[in-house]
T-cell receptor, first 111, second 115 residues
Framework: LAKTTQPISMDSYEGQEVNITCSHN???????ITWYQQFPSQGPRFIIQ???TKVTNEVASLFIPADRKSSTLSLPRVSLSDTAVYYC????????????FGTGTRLLVSP | NAGVMQNPRHLVRRRGQEARLRCSPM?????VYWYRQLPEEGLKFMVY????????ESGMPKERFSAEFPKEGPSILRIQQVVRGDSAAYFC?????????????FGPGTRLLVL
């Protein structure tokens, strides 16, 4: 069964760099990988999107290896307000292309 | 530019009633997606629509659930004869084009509680 997996949780301290990896073995050939942040009782908020290699914006970087079977979201110097659940979103080749969210990673940032 | 709007934000229904959830996409967006999130779980794709067309409904339960995105007005997710297991947060997202190449932007969600 094609699926998209992430670590269930991660702990960090303020000021540290956090890397969250998403495994997507059966990703569709031509589609983007997108990462979202979700706070309790809110909708997912877009963080970053990429197709291959490395993408960087003002809040994060996204690393995608050549085979695209995984991707890593990198959050530099996290703060307490980065405590949230982080999801990757990809389209999988499951006979028909379907959008699948990762299992989600609950990040806890402590002082 | 207003973001994706969803209403109501909270909806309470008794078993057997109908629930109607509305989603107004961002201005200029013609693609709408519905997702369901059960408590303490991730988001599950339900349906993908363009104006007046259902493109992919592979995540929709076969019975009681339907969705539409008319030429005018918001997209509607309809759940008939609700059961307690339908209690969840339902999120709508929109994109200007095919989301596999365009970013999806999410609304705040509708939290459905079935008593």
């Amino acid at each position: 069964l094609a699926k998209t997996t992430q670590p269930i949780s991660m702990d960090s301290y303020e000021g540290q760099e956090v890397n969250i990896t998403c495994s997507h073995n059966n990703i569709a050939t031509n589609d983007y990988i997108t990462w979202y942040q979700q706070f309790p009782s809110q909708g997912p908020r877009f963080i970053i999107q990429g197709y291959k290699t490395k993408v960087t914006n003002e809040v994060a970087s996204l690393f995608i290896p050549a085979d695209r079977k995984s991707s890593t979201l990198s959050l530099p110097r996290v703060s307490l307000s980065d405590t949230a659940v982080y999801y990757c979103l990809v389209a999988l080749n499951t006979g028909f292309q379907k959008l699948v969210f990762g299992t989600g990673t609950r990040l806890l940032v402590s002082p | 530019n207003a973001g994706v709007m969803q209403n109501p934000r909270h909806l309470v229904r008794r078993r057997g009633q109908e629930a109607r959830l509305r989603c107004s996409p961002m201005k200029g967006h013609s693609h709408v997606y519905w997702y369901r999130q059960l408590p303490e779980e991730g988001l599950k794709f339900m349906v993908y629509l363009q104006k007046e067309n259902i493109i992919d409904e592979s995540g929709m339960p076969k019975e009681r659930f339907s969705a539409e995105f008319p030429k005018e007005g918001p997209s509607i997710l309809r759940i008939q004869q609700v059961v307690r297991g339908d209690s969840a947060a339902y999120f709508c997202a929109s994109s200007p084009g095919d989301s596999r190449k365009e970013t999806q932007y999410f609304g705040p969600g509708t939290r459905l509680l079935v008593l």
